[in-house]
């Protein structure tokens, strides 16, 4: 346990201090080459990598259409209706979201918009692993689909039978995505941007991944030719801030809850009560030892941090200089404390909301801003699939009003053509 006042300025930014993201040349030089080789040899490319990094051999790289028409009976009826029912959740809070267009007069005959539309074709990466991710398809996915994208790429590497899991197939089949690939890794990431034989490319991509996913999306999202990403990433990471009344297995919960996810996850406890965070700590002991990933919780673990402050106001100015990717509030009146949160990525009010709700079925979504991101990054929402762009147009009087201001503001500026296209329109008017 720290005790943050009696910590100097600089010992308070290491307590802080994101675990350092490696700076790996050859990972660098890797995914350089997978890029490379999937941009010069496309679809063989990606076959080859299938079979050099995840052992399956593939006679084709889309999924058949009746491999998602089919997923609806491979589920049992428990987890069909979880997908749907976080499916509906989330899309109501989304739809919620959509952008309105603005027009305005801003002078007399001056008439100027704001318009939103969807971007055209976008890509959607769902990491393989141990276990299925339908909960991140619909996060992109539904994104998507309200913003009303009209082409939705989805890729994901397929287990050694050459199958995705059926889950990951329904949630997608929700979501109108039709066009899926059995791919992954950063030759997945290379094919969306740069397009093959089969996979035309896209304009923008989402999703989290590993360190060669991540990689690539910012190798491709600095090439020209590429493709924008949605967000930097990080390893993921939760800050709870607690005082005396909270019920410390609650918070124990919600510090492991976040540590299973890899061994460089961060879980931070501030808290204004020394009693408190003792008890929490014996919670997580407790509670560890039953957990399934408990030899990758406990690493994390490892390198927790549990925080005692002065009081209320100085734990969420703590919280503020961390700017979590995930905030949980657990005081007495946690409303009230939300009020004085102004970095966070996404926030769960109260004793009964745990980061659970919104990695799953709340309606929120659960790609957000991790490393400290969360100052200048928002949480993933329909205007990330959506671009804004304005109209202006002026009639005789609005460009005799604004006319003149514009050439002097041109002239002032040594731009002659600029106030030329301005003078040529007025003199025409006398």
């Known amino acids: 346990m720290q005790i943050w006042s009696q910590l100097s300025s600089d010992e308070q930014q290491t307590l802080l201090a994101r675990p350092a993201l490696k700076d790996n040349r050859q990972l660098s030089q890797t995914v350089t080459e997978i890029i490379s080789k999937v941009r010069n040899d496309g679809d063989s490319a990606l076959l080859e990598f299938s079979a050099r990094f995840d052992g399956v051999t593939l006679d084709s790289l889309a999924l058949a259409q009746s491999e998602l028409d089919n997923a609806e009976q491979q589920l049992t009826g428990e987890v069909k209706a979880a997908i749907e029912l976080a499916y509906a959740n989330i899309r109501r809070f989304h ?40 909960s991140t398809v619909l996060m992109l996915g539904v994104s998507a689909q309200v913003a009303g994208c009209q082409r939705k790429v989805l890729c994901t590497p397929c287990g050694k039978n050459g199958q995705i899991a059926a889950e990951i197939r329904y949630a997608a089949k929700l979501c109108g995505i039709n066009e899926i690939y059995l791919v992954g890794g950063a030759q997945a990431i290379a094919a969306m941007a740069f397009g093959t034989q089969s996979i035309a490319r896209v304009d923008k991509i989402f999703g989290p991944g590993n360190s060669y996913v991540t990689e690539a999306k910012q190798q491709v999202s600095q090439s020209a030719q ?33 540590a299973e ?170």
């Not at 971007?119 to 991710?133: E, S």
């Not at 990080?234 to 009344?245: K, M, T, Y």
């Not at 406990?298 to 703590?318: F, P």
């Not at 009146?333 to 109260?350: H, I, K, Y």
Request: hydrophobic share 40%.
């Open 261 to 430: 996810h890899g061994s460089d996850s961060q879980a931070i406890l501030v808290c204004n009560s020394a009693a408190n965070i003792e008890l929490v700590k014996q919670a997580v002991e407790r509670q560890l030892a039953k957990l399934n990933r408990r030899d990758i919780a406990a690493q994390a673990m490892a390198n927790s941090r549990y925080i005692l402050t002065d009081s209320l106001e100085q734990s969420v100015a703590v919280s503020n200089r961390y700017a979590p990717e995930h905030l949980i509030i657990q005081t007495e009146n946690a409303r009230a404390t939300l009020d004085n949160v102004t970095n966070a990525g996404s926030v769960f009010v109260g004793p009964w909301s745990p980061e659970s709700a919104g990695d799953y079925a709340s309606g929120t979504n659960h790609v957000l801003p991790t490393y400290g991101y969360a100052r200048n990054y928002s949480s993933l929402g329909v205007m990330d699939f959506v671009r804004r762009y304005t109209v202006q147009e002026l009639s005789v009087t609005g460009i005799q009003t604004i006319g003149p201001a514009i050439v002097s503001l041109a002239n002032a500026e040594g731009l002659d053509a600029h106030a030329n296209a301005v003078s040529i329109r007025l003199e025409s008017l006398k």
């Open 226 to 258: 590429g493709a924008a990403i949605d967000m930097p990433a990080g390893p993921s990471e939760v800050l709870v801030i607690a005082d005396g009344n909270a019920n410390a297995e609650f918070v124990a919960s919600d510090l492991l809850s976040q």
């Open 95 to 134: 739809e919620a979201q959509k952008p309105s267009d603005t027009r305005i007069e801003t002078a007399s005959g001056v008439v100027c918009e704001l318009k939103h539309a969807p971007i055209a074709a976008v890509g959607l990466y769902i990491p393989g692993g141990t276990a299925p991710l339908p």
